[in-house]
């Protein structure tokens, strides 16, 4: 089994920072790209920023130049550190890894999700 759990989340005001975690457990052999995708209410759940397990970050348009992705393979655990944030970026935040377990299959698995809630 693998389980993603994620901590970071919270209330904040219009131009400030908040950092996720997410930490992943299990019997884990190697896990390829990690990254963060959030749900909006009434939106489909959208790609914030992946990294690669070398470090190559992709970032949506909306949070270049104001989010962060960043990863420790040692702790397998991924970060997002938002700065700047935005009444827009209030959405529920999920994490996702691509794991490769030994003697299964490649797979996605994600975390529980993280409120987010940016106020004006």
């Known amino acids: 089994q693998v389980q993603l759990v994620e901590s970071g989340g919270g209330l904040v005001q219009a131009g400030g920072s908040l950092r996720l975690s997410c930490a992943a457990s299990?019997?884990?052999?190697?896990?390829?790209?990690m990254g963060w995708y959030r749900q909006a209410p009434g939106k489909q759940r959208e790609s914030v920023a992946t990294i690669t397990k070398t470090g190559r970050a992709n970032y949506a348009d909306s949070v270049k130049e104001r989010f962060t992705i960043s990863r420790d393979n040692a702790k397998k655990t991924v970060y997002l550190q938002m700065n700047s944030l935005k009444p827009e970026d209030t959405a529920v935040y999920y994490c996702?890894?691509?794991?490769?377990?030994?003697?299964?299959?490649?797979?996605?698995?994600w975390g529980q999700g993280t409120q987010v809630t940016v106020s004006s």
């Open positions: 996702n890894a691509d794991v490769q377990r030994i003697g299964y299959s490649r797979r996605a698995y």
């Open positions: 299990g019997t884990i052999f190697v896990i390829n790209d």
